[in-house]
């Protein structure tokens, strides 16, 4: 925020400032508010994304708008600054509640219209403190389609009704003529005022937290530990990077499959300059933005955060505000794939937001040699609507896991959704929705083949119980799979099909909408996996039975690609075997993605 918009910026004198043991307090303290709000949203929410799937957050500011205790997800960005464009700080009171979900009028602090952010000031000895946030992906908000999203809009106002910054409520005092405007356009209106209700209360019960812990420590000697504990993840972030990273100049472009309007692959060119002066990232050269809803309105924060997210792994330091100012310049370049012009579609941005993830992973292996990550699927997002037996209109949101790149020291996590994000349970869905679940396990074989192999995927399949239904699907990497690192091998990828190993059998586009199923058709989802690290045939011991046993690998992959030799009939390692065949390396570079390649760029 600009120093304009900051309601005091005075500097605690000495006796104000905040000695290290309180600083300890307030960190545990603002991570203890964050969790309990959290809780709230996700006990009292009445959506199954938000209540099930877990695709909510709660976060905490200073009195200038800086992050202090947030989320690990890779969507940040200024939520204060759009609001006090409009209601300047000085005329907020305590009750007050703003709300938006406005992606341009936020410069990507949404990144698409389901994500409602409300957003709470804090008053301490009567001046304006901080603030406590909610963030919730909301069910179905309007649109051409239940559920809002769809592969198939090609502008932002068919996701759904748009909110720009707004009051919500004013000395406590909630504005229902909003609330009802908003809820009518929701083709489940119990479901989002619901939702509305669960985040409402949580930004409550964090003013008072934040309210407590003011009265306890003071209010200077509070927004100090705030200083501090920015102070304390910049520098961390800054020395980390620098630490891995050698000064000079780097370069990686990841591209994603396809806009689904028949333009792909669209790539995500990044630069990395490291030098004594400064830290920047230029993203100017990515592809220019597209028809189809792949753009992402991505706030400078984002990249910032995510290597943050990274780098303060184990070190104790609260992912904050003081990643994003570690590096010292983010460039976008707007009409780009990640800076679109208004009213460019943006619902599928998840996609996009994923492979920016996976890029700023390819610029850290290019800067050290594969001492970082191998690349990731992106989450698989699929809808299934109808109506059911009664008449009554359904929506099946349903996201699915995905395997995660191996590390220079382990496996990739296999089966992971986002962060802290869950799975449907196989009997939430069965009970709820017109579908019986026959399946749901690991996807063998999706991870890649390294030292340190990648995750795998899972698989979903569903039989239809309604009349007919209309799915929609959202897998990427199909054609450009999850890249692997350091002699690692690329992962296996995901599809979608119709009553597989039936005379029907028919597979669906990875990006697509309007596909018409029917009472017994079985839908098989297969999600890809993560990228492998390192030679497979590297001479520390081979992958043990245990993989095979588990379903991680298969009976002809284990030979096939890390030259483990079983013996006929049997789940026992031919010994000799296996020494002669993984004597036999084939030469390796950087990075594979079909095949090796020494740099993934342009």
């Known amino acids: 925020m600009s120093q304009s918009m900051v ?3 005075s500097q605690p004198t000495r006796g104000e400032a905040c000695d290290p043991v309180t600083v300890e307090i307030v960190r545990g303290a603002l991570r203890a508010i964050q969790g309990e709000m959290e809780a709230l949203i996700e006990r009292t929410a009445m959506s199954p994304f938000i209540r099930e799937k877990k695709d909510f957050y709660a976060a905490l500011f200073d009195d200038a708008g800086r992050l202090i205790a947030g989320s690990s997800l890779p969507i940040f960005g200024d939520v204060v600054q759009p609001v006090a464009e409009h209601y300047p700080l000085s005329d907020m009171r305590p009750g007050d509640i703003y709300w938006f979900n ?85 083709r489940f209106p119990e479901m989002v005022r619901g939702d509305m209700r669960a985040s409402m209360a949580a930004i ?33 972030t800054r020395s980390r990077l620098r630490a891995l990273v050698p000064s000079g100049a780097y370069d990686f472009t990841e591209p994603v499959d396809s806009d689904g309007h028949g333009n792909g692959p669209i790539h995500l060119r990044y630069s990395l300059s490291v030098s004594e002066t400064g830290i920047t990232l230029d993203a100017t050269e990515s592809d220019d933005q597209v028809p189809g809803p792949v753009n992402f309105l ?26 994003e100012q570690a590096i010292d310049e983010i460039r976008l370049r707007e009409g780009s794939v990640l800076k679109p012009r208004f009213p460019a579609p943006l619902g599928m941005r998840g996609i996009t937001m994923m492979r920016n993830m996976a890029a700023c992973l390819g610029l850290l292996n290019v800067a050290t040699g594969g001492r970082a990550m191998a690349a990731h699927s992106a989450y698989v997002i699929w809808y299934l609507r109808g109506r059911d037996d009664t008449g009554q209109l359904f929506l099946m949101s349903d996201g699915l896991a995905v395997g995660y790149g191996a590390r220079p020291t382990a496996d990739g996590n296999d089966a992971v959704y986002l962060v802290a994000q869950e799975n449907f349970p196989s009997e939430f869905l ?39 239904a209309m799915v929609s699907m959202r897998i990427d990497s199909t054609i450009n799979a999850p ?13 979608c099909v119709v009553n597989p190993g039936r005379p029907d059998e028919r597979q669906l586009a990875p990006l697509s909408d309007g596909n018409i199923v029917r009472r017994g058709d079985v839908i098989r989802i297969e999600t890809g996996g993560g990228g492998g690290h390192r030679h497979p045939l590297d001479p520390e011991p081979p992958p043990g039975l245990d993989d095979v046993v588990c379903g991680f690998l298969g009976r002809q992959s284990a030979p096939r690609d890390f030259g483990v030799i079983l013996r006929s009939g049997l789940l026992e390692v031919d010994e000799a075997e296996t020494a002669r065949r993984r004597a036999d390396r084939r030469p390796i570079a950087l990075f594979h993605r079909p095949s090796h390649q020494g740099a993934l760029a342009r």
Do not use: K
């Open 298 to 323: 991505m706030s400078p924060a984002v990249p910032a955060m995510v290597f943050g997210a990274y780098l303060l792994d184990g070190s104790g330091a609260m992912l904050n505000a003081g990643a």
């Open 7 to 9: 309601a005091s910026d």
């Open 102 to 186: 406005d992606c341009y009028a936020s410069r990507g602090a949404v990144s698409h219209s389901p994500d409602q952010v409300l957003l709470a000031p804090v008053f301490a000895d009567g001046v304006l403190s901080g603030f406590a946030q909610s963030w919730a992906h909301f069910n179905d908000i309007g649109g051409m389609r239940p559920g809002s999203l769809s592969p198939d809009c090609i502008d932002i106002w068919q996701e759904g009704i748009i909110i720009p910054p707004v009051r919500l409520a004013r000395d406590g005092v909630i504005d229902d003529a909003l609330l009802r405007i908003f809820v009518r356009n929701s």
């Open 483 to 495: 890249w692997g690192v350091a002699g690692g091998m690329a992962a296996g990828s995901g599809r």
């Open 204 to 236: 409550r019960l964090g003013e008072r937290r934040m309210g407590e812990l003011f009265s306890r420590f003071g209010r200077e000697r509070t927004r100090d530990a705030f200083r501090q504990l920015i102070d304390e993840t910049e520098r961390e």
């Open 430 to 468: 069965d009970s709820v929705f017109p579908v019986r679940v026959l399946a749901y396990a690991v996807n063998p074989d999706t991870g890649g083949p390294g030292r340190w192999r990648g995750g795998c995927g899972l698989v979903r399949e569903v039989e239809v119980l309604a009349e007919e």
